[in-house]
């Protein structure tokens, strides 16, 4: 929770987001720089994000 992280929405796309916890029970609040959060998203899975390195 609070972390940078890669997220899958169930039945939707993969995004990189900060994860926060949702109004209910195994629902989740996406947050991002550029763009408004996302409110009570059920997800398919999640990943922490360890490194993040330029080409």
Do not use: H, Y
Request: proline share 7%; with cysteine; hydrophobic share 40%.
């Amino acid at each position: 929770m609070g972390k940078l992280c890669v997220v899958q929405v169930k039945d939707g796309p993969t995004l990189l987001k900060t994860l926060k916890r949702g109004s209910r029970k195994n629902f989740f609040r996406l947050e991002s720089w550029n763009a408004p959060p996302r409110e009570d998203v059920k997800l398919a899975w999640a990943a922490r994000v360890i490194d993040i390195r330029p080409r």
